[in-house]
T-cell receptor
Framework: AQKVTQAQTEISVVEKEDVTLDCVYE???????LFWYKQPPSGELVFLIR??????QNEISGRYSWNFQKSTSSFNFTITASQVVDSAVYFC?????????????FGKGNQVVVIP | NAGVTQTPKFQVLKTGQSMTLQCAQD?????MSWYRQDPGMGLRLIHY???????DQGEVPNGYNVSRSTTEDFPLRLLSAAPSQTSVYFC????????????FGEGSRLTVL
């Protein structure tokens, strides 16, 4: 069974501080995909990144960076120099499509509040 | 580009009523899915489809029906609404089942009294 754990429910930071969101997953397969999505207060869900299990290279996109470590089954997300516009709920998700399992399982989300 | 369109955006039902949430996408995606979002629960998969004529259950399918007669449309039916089905519902589509980026609709807020 899939499982995605985002332990931190709500995280408050002062603007310009860095914030790291932890995502730990469980999977039976060696081939899988991990995702992060953002849900701002307006409610829409926005795709941020996809990573497959064979690509452990960390990635940086502007103020966002992702640290994928298969050894610890973690796919953490860091926002550097946070801004008020980063206030949102962030979801980590996992899929295992090669077992015919086309379900994308989401974690419960991290609510990030950036205080000006 | 319309992307994924859900209707209605808001709906209030009485217990026992039935209704259909509509979902349409114009990206020719084979994979479509329905999620519900409840406070503190994240997004939970209700049903999904990997192509026209093919549907399967997700994590919380009870009380919901789906069908997929065309690539574009994936309606979600509540047969006899219950207060426990009060939630925000999201429809999503993807080019690659399980492996691709999900494109979400704007959500439908349903209240069952």
């Amino acid at each position: 069974a899939q499982k995605v754990t985002q332990a931190q429910t709500e995280i408050s930071v002062v603007e310009k501080e860095d914030v790291t969101l932890d995502c730990v997953y469980e999977t039976r397969d060696t081939t899988y995909y991990l995702f992060w999505y953002k849900q701002p207060p307006s409610g829409e869900l926005v795709f941020l990144i996809r990573r497959n299990s064979f690509d452990e290279q960390n990635e940086i996109s502007g103020r966002y960076s992702w640290n994928f470590q298969k050894s610890t089954s973690s796919f953490n997300f860091t926002i550097t120099a946070s801004q008020v516009v980063d206030s949102a709920v962030y979801f980590c998700a996992l899929s295992e499509p090669y077992y015919g399992n086309n379900r994308l399982a989401f974690g419960k989300g991290n609510q990030v509040v950036v205080i000006p | 580009n319309a992307g994924v369109t859900q209707t209605p955006k808001f709906q209030v039902l009485k217990t026992g009523q039935s209704m259909t949430l509509q979902c349409a996408q114009d990206m020719n995606h084979e994979y479509m899915s329905w999620y519900r979002q409840d406070p503190g629960m994240g997004l939970r998969l209700i049903h999904y489809s990997v192509g026209a004529g093919i549907t399967d259950q997700g994590e919380v399918p009870n009380g919901y029906n789906v069908s997929r007669s065309t690539t574009e449309d994936f309606p979600l039916r509540l047969l006899s609404a219950a207060p426990s089905q009060t939630s925000v519902y999201f429809c999503a589509s993807s080019r690659l089942a399980g492996a691709g980026e999900l494109f979400f609709g704007e959500g439908s807020r349903l209240t069952v009294l």
